[in-house]
RNA sequence: CGGGUUGUGGCUCAGUUUGGUAGAGCACCGUGUUCGGGACGCGGGGGUCGCAGGUUCAAAUCCUGUCAACCCGACCA
């Protein structure tokens, strides 16, 4: 490919909506465009790359047995009033009428579609299993699409269904996607986690979650350096902290005047934070009280919550009248002495002595609150509620954990017979008798991969390719593309480069050095070959590594040798 | 959905308060000089100011409506 004949738009600034550097940079480096909140078009770089992380995800599904398909983006309104998600999926689903009146949607997944495909074919256990994949686009009307190709309401997915005669096959199917995910990540060059993630409504199954490490990450993980462990923030297991004992003192009200917060009331009674008990108030859609309470320094992990009270859904802050009709007072909640409540008590806390707690009263605390002796067993539940921090013990190992930000760019899950029972499908096994597939869904969002790349291999003079998802691996660079000498030589190289198998970018544009040199670093080439009056005196060819700013200089002859076995670094 | 901000050439933005008929830099076209880190000169093309309506002799500027984009999203007592 030469330059002048590539649409490569490159822009010195970047336009004002883009918050991201992965964003800005796709922007300015011409690979994407908007067309509308959410929604873009790829040019010729950005389409390359993604390509060629469509091809590695190709080959490692395909490796694993999977076979490619392709379905509707269009798809009918029955199949998903069928399974019950016509309403449940709510205005995240682009919807439309047809000429007739008729209903459809635009894809925001395929279950359904997938599902009713095989219901209809697949009749015999000797068919299974089967792994079927597509890489299309998807749309979900996201509330605040942002952040450029991170959160689109169009977006390319990879998205694979596992079809098992039972559930070790399923498991065995979940195997093989969460090892080609780890294959796939780690060929675009990511530093990336397999995180435990909720798999909240499916339940029973297994779920992670492929999370590129990164700070301008939208979800929060805790990871042991030591032991494989990693889960998001609201999945970490916690240990239980027990508090050293202490001889236990008489339970004493006393005042604490406008200490609504803890810090006041640590402050004002003088009283390290680990010995504080701190409460956060919840209603659900039943107008039920919920309290939580954890220990001062901790935070209340509202999932957590949600799974361990029967038959909520949804937590809202509780509203001042809900929390009096209960005895208590917001800023100083107790568990002692409320009224009608769930209460909720964080397991750490029970293992505390003589701490401060609430008096549910106006400017009034608790002092030497020890839970096991003071809060009434029969009325509260008890369970890791909490929030993970930094420093947490690790569960399996015990190490601290340390905290991150990432970017989710896969997810694999089993799905069990939650599709294949709404929907009907099944096969019959050995005995002759009917049964419910047992389903995997496997997902990778292709343009997230791309921006997730950009996010975590960047400077700033643009980005900085792994060679194997780059738009092209080389550059040759003539500085002067009027010198014929220059660019005779840099033609030679190129063709060497090509025949030699390297995807390369002559750039044979009459402009300035420096304007090509700034578009190389920008658009992010992981190596660039310059040939110039001083290169050619010296009968080298000089070569510049994107990711290190080194220079190197090889005799002509035994340059395209050296750049094939520099490659291999990169 | 609620709150805030913004919409002026392809990009970044000025002009709006105090109405008088649109401007800069970058990009683009031509030309000459320059030529290893986003050159310079000269000459050009391109916008009716998001859209619709209103006020006015006159509207980018004032009013009403509408559309779009961007940012923020209760609260941890």
């Not at 009749?123 to 450029?148: A, C, H, T, V």
């Not at 409540?341 to 964080?346: E, L, P, R």
């Not at 738009?471 to 063709?495: H, S």
Request: proline share 4%.
């Amino acid at each position: 490919m030469r330059a002048t004949q590539l649409y490569a738009p490159t822009l010195r600034e970047s336009p004002a909506e883009a918050e991201l550097i992965s964003h800005k940079l796709m922007f300015r480096a011409g690979f994407i465009r908007k067309a509308a909140g959410g929604i873009y078009s790829y040019l010729p770089l950005g389409w390359r790359t993604i390509k060629k992380i469509m091809q590695i995800i190709r080959e490692e599904m395909d490796a694993k047995g999977g076979q490619e398909i392709m379905m509707p983006i269009v798809q009918p309104a029955e199949l998903w009033k069928e399974s019950g998600r016509w309403s449940v999926y709510g205005d995240e689903m682009m919807r439309l009428k047809d000429r007739h009146g008729r209903e459809f949607a635009l894809g925001p997944t395929h279950e359904e579609m997938i599902t009713s495909l095989i219901r209809d074919e697949v009749r015999s256990y000797k068919q299974l299993p089967l792994l079927l994949y597509q890489m299309q686009n998807k749309y979900r009307d996201e509330i605040r699409p942002r952040f450029g190709l991170m959160r689109s309401r169009e977006f390319i997915m990879k998205d694979l269904y596992s079809f098992d005669k039972d559930v070790d096959g399923m498991n065995n199917s979940y195997e093989k996607m969460y090892d080609a995910y780890s294959r796939i990540f780690t060929r675009c060059g990511l530093k990336f986690r397999a995180v435990e993630a909720d798999n909240g409504a499916i339940g029973g199954g297994h779920s992670h979650e492929f999370t590129v490490l990164a700070p301008s990450g939208e979800s929060s993980i805790a990871y042991c350096e030591k032991c494989d462990y990693a889960a998001s923030d609201e999945k970490a297991e916690l240990k239980l902290i027990c508090a050293d004992a202490e001889e236990l003192k008489p339970l004493e009200k006393v005042s604490t005047p406008n200490c609504h917060t803890i810090e006041a009331v640590k402050n004002y009674l003088n009283v390290p934070i680990e010995k504080t008990i701190k409460a956060v108030a919840f209603m659900d859609d039943e107008e039920r009280l919920i309290v939580a309470f954890v220990r001062g320094d901790h935070e209340v992990n509202e999932i957590k919550v949600m799974n361990a009270v029967e038959g909520t859904n949804h937590l809202y802050m509780a509203d001042e009248k809900l929390i009096a009709a209960a005895n208590s007072c917001a800023g100083f909640m107790s568990p002692i002495g409320i009224g009608n409540a769930i209460i909720i008590v964080d397991q750490t806390v029970m293992e505390m002595y003589n701490a401060v707690a609430g008096a549910n009263e106006v400017d009034a605390h608790f002092i030497n609150v020890t839970p096991r002796r003071d809060f009434d067993a029969k009325k509260i539940i008890v369970k890791d509620i909490r929030m993970v921090q930094e420093g947490d013990p690790c569960p399996h190992c015990g190490e601290p954990l340390k905290m991150t930000r990432g970017i989710e760019v896969g997810q694999v899950f089993t799905l069990g017979k939650k599709y294949s029972e709404t929907l009907n499908a099944k096969f019959l096994d050995e005995d002759g008798l009917e049964k419910f597939f047992e389903m995997g869904c496997y997902g990778i969002g292709v343009g997230r991969t791309m921006a997730a790349a950009i996010e975590q291999n960047n400077d700033k003079d643009g980005i900085i390719w792994n060679k194997a998802i780059a738009p092209f691996e080389v550059v040759v660079v003539p500085v002067n593309a009027k010198d014929d000498k220059q660019l005779n030589l840099a033609e030679e190289i190129y063709n060497e480069l090509k025949t030699a198998g390297v995807d390369v970018l002559l750039d044979d544009r009459k402009e300035r050095a420096g304007v090509k040199f700034k578009d190389c670093d920008l658009i992010g080439y992981p190596l660039r070959v310059t040939i110039s009056p001083k290169t050619l005196d010296s009968g080298n060819v000089e070569i510049k590594i994107r990711r290190s700013g080194e220079f190197m200089n090889f005799a002509r002859g035994e340059c395209i040798s050296k750049i094939l076995e520099l490659l291999k670094t990169l």
